[in-house]
């Protein structure tokens, strides 16, 4: 599988960031050298008949998000055309790639390693930047142009703010944070860990990190040794610190939901106490308090608000891809409330058909493959995919994860787990009947309906 290399060092290359943390890579374009190396392999691939491309359950449904993001772009913002074309087809893209690139189970492990790999990366370097020294941060130009959170370390240690700015070496012409600063050139923001790049938000790594753990139960499940036994305690502990250490309430509901819908799922009433167990310290250890939680409760309760009257003003098409900040000074924080707001009720439903099948794929193959050793591999990774999944359903309901690469990358190894599938069973198969339309159609209007109660609280 020749398209398998492009799209590993195009995981590596979103999750890594090099360009933002070494000038050296700044000014080479390689997100798309390995696009275009996947898709080079991925053509040679077909050519040499290697690979027979069949779309995934969620393709017919991606489409349609990326067109109707085209389209509603273009109508309502088309001075934005260029940069949000060009955004959402990578986008797209992404998911096209790691969907149908591989072709049975090893190419679908090896992306999925990948994945874990890069988790566990971004865990590793929170939790050196969460026990690392204060310095002052210059907030001057950083790499790529932009005036950015990062800043620049000027080497001057301090406690508090104040030391940075009266202290000797202190420009005046200046501001100055007092943050960790960690690897690669990455710092702190308000005390809380955090990556770089469209993972610079706490929230966001915790999320990306936190589902990312059943991976590690799945590798341990198809090959029981104390190595992988080791890998598993040291995954439930590195991400679980780096959790902490975000603050994240929302990374401990995505931390409790993955533990809880794969222990209750797999052990059913130990594993719900084995889950609770191993959630408590997180829960009891992270998490912001006091009024700097309230007065981001309260603010994320009134954005709810916000983004329904945006809805109510178009409420055919919607306000138009990335269109949000165009009628409120912040983002939704909420991806189910975006997509209404900004694709309108079509967008939305092609949007949560995206999520609806991803959950399906899993759910009927664990089903189908309940029982019989030569399927522990369906089984294993099926598991690990809902899992995840659930928890990042539960994350995005507070982050504005719509287009989000993370959220994109997981609909496409998702796409990859069905393909490996019916590389076994070519009459394994996952369609959305009419039954699941009425379904998804309840649960969108469920969705809203809780917002809008939500929203009421302001």
């Given amino acids: 599988m020749l398209a398998l290399p492009g799209v590993i060092l195009l995981i590596v290359f979103i999750y890594g960031r090099p360009q933002e943390w070494d000038e050296r890579f700044e000014s080479l374009p390689f ?143 200046v501001e100055y944070l007092c943050e960790r600063v960690g690897l690669f050139k990455t710092s702190t923001i308000n005390g809380r860990v955090r990556w770089r790049g469209v993972l610079q938000d706490p929230n966001e790594l915790a999320l990306t990190a936190g589902i990312v753990l059943p991976f590690s139960f799945a590798m341990f499940e198809q090959k029981r040794s104390f190595t992988r036994a080791l890998m598993v305690f040291g995954s439930l502990l590195l991400i679980a610190t780096a959790i902490i250490l975000t603050q994240s309430r929302g990374g401990q509901l995505v931390f409790a939901t993955v533990l809880g819908v794969y222990f209750v799922k797999k052990y059913g009433i130990r594993g719900a106490i084995f889950g609770a167990i191993c959630a408590a310290p997180l829960m009891l250890l992270g998490g912001r308090g006091g009024g700097e939680a309230d007065e981001s409760a309260n603010e994320r309760t009134e954005i709810l608000g916000e983004g329904l009257n945006i809805y109510r003003m178009f409420p055919l098409m919607g306000a138009g891809f990335r269109q949000f900040t165009e009628h409120h000074w912040l983002t939704a924080h909420n991806a189910y409330l975006l997509a209404l707001s900004e694709l309108g009720p079509l967008g939305m439903f092609a949007w949560t058909a995206m999520i609806y099948l991803t959950l399906k794929i899993s759910l009927v193959a664990l089903k189908r493959y309940e029982y019989g050793a030569q399927f522990a591999a369906i089984r294993a990774w099926s598991m690990a995919i809902m899992a995840g999944f659930c928890g990042m359903m539960v994350g995005i309901f507070f982050l504005s994860f719509t287009y989000h690469y993370v959220l994109w990358i997981y609909f496409g190894l998702a796409g990859a787990l069905y393909s490996a599938i019916r590389s076994v069973d070519p009459n394994f198969s996952i369609r959305l009947e009419k039954r699941d339309v009425y379904r998804l159609i309840l649960a969108d209007l469920a969705l809203v309906l809780v917002i809008v109660v939500l929203s009421k609280r302001a």
Wanted: aromatic share 12%; net charge neutral.
């Fill in 31 to 173: 997100l798309y050298l390995w696009l275009a190396l996947a898709f080079m392999g991925m053509g040679l691939d077909l050519a040499m008949g290697k690979v027979r491309l069949k779309a995934t359950p969620q393709l017919r449904w991606a489409i349609v998000v990326y067109l109707w993001c085209v389209l509603t772009l273009g109508f309502r913002n088309p001075g934005e055309f260029s940069e949000g074309f060009v955004s959402i087809s990578v986008t797209f893209v992404l998911f096209f790639l790691i969907g149908h690139s591989p072709e049975g189970f090893k190419g679908f492990q090896k992306l999925a390693a990948t994945v874990l790999i890069m988790g566990l990366f971004v865990a590793g370097v929170a939790i050196h930047q969460g026990f690392s020294s204060f310095q002052c941060l210059a907030m001057t130009q950083t790499i790529g142009g932009s005036r950015g959170e990062a800043g620049i370390p000027d080497g001057r240690s301090c406690e508090k703010r104040l030391d940075c700015r009266e202290g000797p070496g202190a420009d005046p012409e």
